[in-house]
């Protein structure tokens, strides 16, 4: 066997300790990364705000019965702030002299609603528990309790997230929310940038089985688009008329059978062509989600439990933990 020269063994020392920085530093970062959503847990509040669960639900649910179409509203506000700059309570910000907020951006001016019951809940858990629990939080549950009031699956809630001192205007407005006009290659792609995959986006968009659309938005799909079952475009340009400026804000169900409860219904329509968006349809119009499609509109429990994976992924994007952000007094308002 040759003799190692100094310099050959020098060289091959630092070879290994090379590879093992690179090694530690890997680690170092894969573990600062996953910190974040590690800190969320189901029992975040449970010694510090044991009746939270029950607060928020109260309140939900006294909203929900006055009015179903709430339910998908607070769903709806959920995704749209965790879209933007992580799930934060950003979208609840009102614009201060220091920055515009993300209320009246494309996406959520005079289409989000439900900040008045986010403020309603926040009341209710400061009087249990005041300065203890974040208004993004309160958005996670508030969402989780209005798809079981509607008839939708239970899941445990991770928590522990904080509420984000700023918002931005120009994020919510880069595209980062798909609009309703959609191609499929845009929405795969949003999601993904999300950590969402494409299986996750199609039922995360089964979230349309409950709710309503303005006329505004789904005009061009039921007077130019071909995929599209007659009869339905039909019924649905008596209340939108085609001119723009009439009817504009006439509400329509996304889900034409059953708007008010949470199903499969949703997928079933895309089969027989009656999606209500351009980007619901999408979904099921000889694409690589075709299939899924026809899964759920087939299988309810596969629906239900891959709808539960999604929301809890969805809820893991880039909280504020730790020491980051704050625990807003007002969900309206930094400290």
Not at 143 to 160: H, I
Not at 220 to 241: H, L, V
Not at 270 to 276: A, E, F, Q, T
Not at 299 to 319: E, T, Y
Request: aromatic share 6%.
């Amino acid at each position: 066997m040759a003799a190692f020269s100094s310099s050959s063994f020098s060289s091959s020392c630092w070879t290994r300790r090379a590879r093992m920085m690179v090694v530690v530093i890997v680690v170092v970062i894969s573990i600062l990364s996953g910190s974040t959503s590690a800190q969320l847990s189901t029992n975040f509040y449970s010694k510090s705000c044991p009746n939270l669960l029950a607060t928020v639900k109260s309140v939900v649910k006294s909203a929900v019965n006055k009015e179903k179409r709430m339910g998908a509203s607070l769903l709806r506000l959920h995704f749209h702030d965790c879209f933007v700059q992580g799930c934060d309570g950003s979208i609840l910000l009102d614009d201060t002299s220091s920055f515009t907020g993300e209320k009246t951006a494309g996406p959520n001016n005079n289409s989000v609603r439900g900040y008045n019951v986010i403020d309603n809940i926040k009341s209710a858990v400061e009087k249990v528990c005041p300065g203890i629990v974040s208004c993004a939080d309160i958005v996670t549950i508030a969402a989780r309790d209005s798809v079981v009031l509607l008839g939708g699956p239970n899941w445990n809630v991770k928590l522990g997230r904080r509420d984000s001192k700023t918002a931005s205007l120009s994020a919510a407005n880069s595209g980062v929310i798909p609009p309703p006009t959609s191609t499929l290659n845009n929405l795969i792609t949003r999601f993904q940038n999300k950590g969402l995959s494409a299986r996750d986006m199609v039922a995360l968009s089964g979230a349309h089985t409950i709710g309503k659309a303005r006329c505004t938005v789904f005009r061009g799909r039921i007077y130019n688009e071909t995929n599209i079952d007659s009869s339905f475009a039909k019924t649905r340009q008596q209340m939108c008329p085609s001119q723009t400026g009439s009817g504009d804000n006439n509400l329509a169900p996304l889900d034409f059978k059953t708007p008010a409860f949470f199903d499969n219904n949703y997928y079933k329509n895309l089969l027989g062509k009656k999606g209500l968006l351009h980007s619901d349809q999408v979904l099921f119009n000889g694409g690589s989600t075709d299939s899924i499609v026809q899964k759920y509109s087939q299988n309810q429990a596969s629906f239900d439990s891959d709808f539960v994976k999604a929301m809890i992924k969805m809820g893991d994007i880039s909280p504020l933990t730790g020491s980051s952000g704050e625990i807003r007094k007002n969900c309206r308002r930094a400290n």
